[in-house]
């Protein structure tokens, strides 16, 4: 399985972004699709994520109602729209996958894909 994201950049702050991700292999409905994001000397944090079956998603507190996690199932692409961006967003984003269906945690995720820089001036 590999997991490719594209989609970062540079953008002032209130302003958004729409990561992408695609995945090779099948995805199956018992699979979690989620996005991770990392600042420099900080850990790995949970964003937000999604089930592949029912489409139900999480979010961490900090990103509520600003991020939209959704997936295109045929395309097996998962996305991560970012509105009203703040300079605490400011990290290097990872898509990933679990086929345990796990939410949050990290360390239940099998698969990483590269990640992507997104940078958010003040």
């Known amino acids: 399985v590999q997991l490719q994201a594209s989609g970062g950049g540079l953008v002032q702050a209130g302003g958004s972004l729409r990561l992408s991700c695609a995945a090779s292999?099948?995805?199956?409905?018992?699979?979690?699709m989620g996005w991770f994001r990392q600042a420099p000397g900080k850990e790995r944090d949970f964003v937000a994520t999604i089930r592949w079956g029912t489409g139900r998603t999480y979010y961490t507190d900090s990103v509520k109602g600003r991020f939209t996690i959704s997936r295109d199932s045929a395309r097996n692409m998962v996305y991560l729209q970012m509105n009203s961006l703040k300079p605490d967003d400011t990290a290097l984003y990872y898509c990933?996958?679990?086929?345990?269906?796990?939410?949050?945690?990290?360390?239940?995720?099998?698969?990483w894909g590269q990640g992507t820089q997104v940078t958010v001036s003040s």
């Open positions: 292999g099948r995805t199956f409905s018992s699979h979690t």
């Open positions: 990933a996958r679990s086929n345990r269906g796990a939410l949050y945690s990290k360390g239940e995720y099998d698969y």
